[in-house]
Structure formats: structure tokens, C-alpha cells
């Protein structure tokens, strides 16, 4: 488990907003000093406060160290950092410090905020009104549309979506935004494209939007980075919305980060029956504000705020060489073709019955290859035909135990 350094400090020195970062020592100081084994946002505030720079912050690291029962203490080595700078360089990222004019304002007023965070786009959306919005991998046929419809409305009336580049919901946000701007904040390194099906995303991001990580360069996401990265999508934020969301699940983390950290929430309800919406239903039970549409998001937040700062342009990445696949007309292809869509649908669907003509454009699929699909999952009582052409998933014993009614919500900040 990461520890930091005695933190007694921290509510001290919370509000403590180290001076820009005046020349490129500083700079390479800083990040030599966050980079370094136990120091994290609290510990790196301290230092900063009681040094007044990042070099005597360096300097005095042995003496904390000691003081806390860790002998031969060396803070983290030069040559990482000329490697990290290195690799910034060859993608044409920007380091922005905590206390540089750049950095996010939002984040000015969340203590444990990352004090160095990399950046791949166009820094000015940063200074734009933002909703961030969030929500499962896993998402349905109804969960989908409405996480695009969000999402474009949303950025068409000025706002700029942040979410966090997962699959799902977050993709889907993410490119319904792009033509008004949108942030996606990794959980990994900036030059780390995950999850890979993503990757096109990822590079629209770096030309349209603008990509962030607090994490260095190489570093391959692991589970205790997700909620890390979830505390600067919240923080981010005006509000947080949830589309799809179990009620356990990484969604659900950040909406408790926006409650800690005094932004708004928001939660689109869904069936009591789908597991994927048990999060949704247990926030706006607890208080959070429902949502049907763009309006009610934005009428939550009350009138918008724009700012006027001059648009920029980022560097292109190019792509990297894809895996090779398996050559169609294989059995091997026709099997995994077979089983990929079997489990389209079924993500897809819900106890919410939809359109199959719906169904058929949401997975994008050939429709005889559909159809035979859909026939063998009614046969073996998977899925379940309505009237009027409708189809859903069908509800089994032992389902509503799938849906935890107890606990988990976080009550709305009154």
C-alpha cells in the first residue's frame, strides 16, 4: 500500500498553492521531488511550504525520512526525470506545476489535487465550464444513446465533457464531445493507449480534445490508479453525472469525490431490475438530482459561464502497429466472430425492452447474422420478445439479488 510521509501537516497546509514554476530546474525539481518514493500531494505541499523551493524541498527529504523510520532515504534519480522530460518532448506534452498560470483552476480548491500533471491538446479548454460524465463499461442499448445525447447536448450548449477514457460510457461520452472539445484524464501514462480499443479515441483526443495524467510516461494502469484518476475528473467538474453505474463500482467512487470535494451530482435513473443502473437509482434516492436530459444538467448549474481564452493546437501522434489478426473465413475467426457478437447483444440489452431494429443499429451488426443470433438466445431463454417488435433481456430468478439495496450511496451535500 502507498504510504506518504507523516501527513499531520496536510490540513494545514491544504490551502497552500506553491509559486509558478520560474525556469526549467524548478520545474525538473518539482517533478523529482512528487516522483520520489512516499511523497504524494500532501507531503509534496508540506515541502514546498516549508522550503519555499523544490531543490531544498529535495535536500531536506532524508532528514523527513529519518524522522519517520526510513534509514538511507535517496529521492527519486535524476536520470528518471531526464527520461520522463525525454518522452514528454517526443509527444508534445506539457507539464503544467501547480501554482503555473495553465494549471487547472478547478483544482485549486481540492487538497489532495496532483501537484505536476502532464497534459496532450489544447490546454485552454481547462478554463471552460465542465461537466464530467461518467459510467459503466458495460453499457446498454438505452445507456449508450443517452450517454451521446448527454454528451453532445451538453457540449453544444458550451459546456466541455471530462471523463476517463475507459470503454462504455466514457468512450461514448468522449466522442460525442469531440467537435466542442472534450478532457479525458488517464489512469496510466500519457503515452500508455488503454484500453487499446480506445486508440483511435486517444488520438482525436490529443488533435481535438486534451488528455491528462498525473502518472509518468510507461506506466501501465493498475487498479489502485483508478480511483486516483476518478478524484481529478470530479475535481475537474462543475457536476458529475452518472448514466450507467453499478452500485459498486469506480463511477460510484467518483460521485462520492464530487460530494467530498462540493461539486453537484447528478444520475440518470434506470430499470430496478438492471444491475447497471443500482448506483444511479441509490444516488437519486440519497438526493442526487435526476436527469432526463441536457436541461436538467444544466439547470442544476444555473447560467453558464464562458471564458474567452485563444484555442491551441496539439501535436499529432501516430498510430501504433496493430496486432495481427486472424484471417476471416477461418473457423477460429467465424467461432470468435460468433461469441463477440453473442455477447454484443447481450450487453446491450437490458429489463428495459427496446426496438430490435434499435438493437441491430446500436451493435452495427450484419442482420441475418443478428437474427440467427437472437434466435438461438430466445431459444435458450436469454432474451425475451415483446409486443410491437420489442426485445429485452430476460429476468431470471435470483437477478434482483444482483442489485445491492443496501448502503454504498453517498448522501447529496445539502
Known amino acids: 500500500m502507498y504510504v506518504e510521509f507523516d501527513s499531520g501537516f496536510a490540513e494545514t497546509a491544504a490551502g497552500y498553492c506553491p509559486g509558478p514554476a520560474k525556469d526549467s530546474e524548478e520545474r525538473f525539481n518539482r517533478l523529482r521531488l512528487i516522483r ?3 511523497v504524494g500531494p500532501s507531503t509534496y505541499r508540506r515541502l514546498m511550504a516549508e522550503h519555499g523551493n523544490a531543490a531544498s524541498s529535495l535536500s531536506a527529504l532524508p532528514g523527513v525520512a529519518a524522522k519517520a523510520g526510513v534509514s538511507t532515504y535517496t529521492p527519486c534519480p535524476e536520470g528518471v526525470i531526464r527520461a520522463e522530460f525525454a518522452a514528454a518532448r517526443r509527444m508534445g506534452a506539457r507539464l ?7 494549471y487547472p483552476p478547478a483544482l485549486l480548491d481540492v487538497p489532495d489535487a496532483p501537484p505536476l500533471i502532464w497534459a496532450l491538446g489544447r490546454i485552454d479548454l481547462l478554463a471552460r465550464p465542465t461537466i464530467a460524465l461518467v459510467g459503466t463499461r458495460n ?8 450517454a451521446r445525447k448527454l454528451s453532445g447536448d451538453l457540449s453544444d450548449a458550451g459546456y466541455i465533457v471530462v471523463s476517463g477514457l475507459a470503454r462504455g460510457i466514457d468512450a461514448l461520452a468522449h466522442t460525442a464531445a469531440l467537435g466542442g472539445g472534450t478532457i479525458g484524464v488517464q489512469a496510466g501514462g500519457l503515452d500508455v493507449l488503454y484500453p487499446a480499443e480506445n486508440t483511435d479515441l486517444f488520438h482525436d483526443l490529443a488533435q481535438k480534445g486534451l ?16 480511483p486516483r484518476r476518478n478524484r481529478i475528473i470530479s475535481g475537474l467538474a462543475q457536476a458529475v453525472v452518472v448514466v450507467e ?8 467512487i467518483t460521485a462520492r469525490n464530487a460530494l467530498d470535494q462540493g461539486r453537484e451530482v447528478l444520475a440518470v435513473p434506470g430499470h ?13 434516492r440519497d ?6 436530459n441536457a436541461s436538467d444538467v444544466i439547470e442544476a448549474l444555473g447560467p453558464l459561464a464562458q471564458t474567452d481564452r485563444p484555442l491551441q493546437s496539439s501535436l499529432p501522434l501516430s498510430a501504433p502497429n496493430a496486432p495481427p489478426e486472424v484471417p476471416k473465413g477461418t473457423p477460429e475467426r467465424d467461432w470468435r466472430d460468433r461469441v463477440a457478437l453473442n455477447a454484443r447483444i447481450l450487453d446491450q440489452l437490458g429489463p428495459s425492452p427496446v426496438s430490435e431494429d434499435q438493437l441491430l443499429r446500436d451493435i452495427g451488426a450484419p442482420a441475418p447474422d443478428a437474427a440467427a443470433t437472437l434466435a438461438a438466445l430466445e431459444l435458450e431463454g436469454e432474451v425475451e420478445r415483446q409486443p410491437g417488435g420489442l426485445i429485452m433481456r430476460a429476468v431470471k430468478a435470483g437477478d434482483a439479488a444482483a442489485i445491492n439495496p443496501q448502503g454504498g450511496a453517498p448522501h447529496k451535500r445539502r
Not at 96 to 102: K, P, Q
Not at 211 to 226: I, N, V
Not at 272 to 284: F, H, K, S, Y
Open 36 to 38: 520520489s518514493r512516499r
Open 96 to 102: 503544467l506545476c501547480l501554482g503555473d498560470r495553465d
Open 245 to 252: 453505474a453499478a452500485a459498486r463500482s469506480g463511477s460510484m
Open 211 to 226: 488528455r491528462l495524467t498525473e502518472q509518468p510516461f510507461g506506466l501501465q494502469p493498475q487498479a489502485r490508479h483508478f
Open 139 to 146: 453499457a446498454s442499448s438505452l445507456g449508450a444513446r443517452m
Open 287 to 292: 438526493g442526487a438530482t435526476l436527469v432526463r
Open 272 to 284: 430496478p431490475m438492471d444491475a447497471r443502473a443500482g448506483g444511479c437509482n441509490l444516488l437519486i
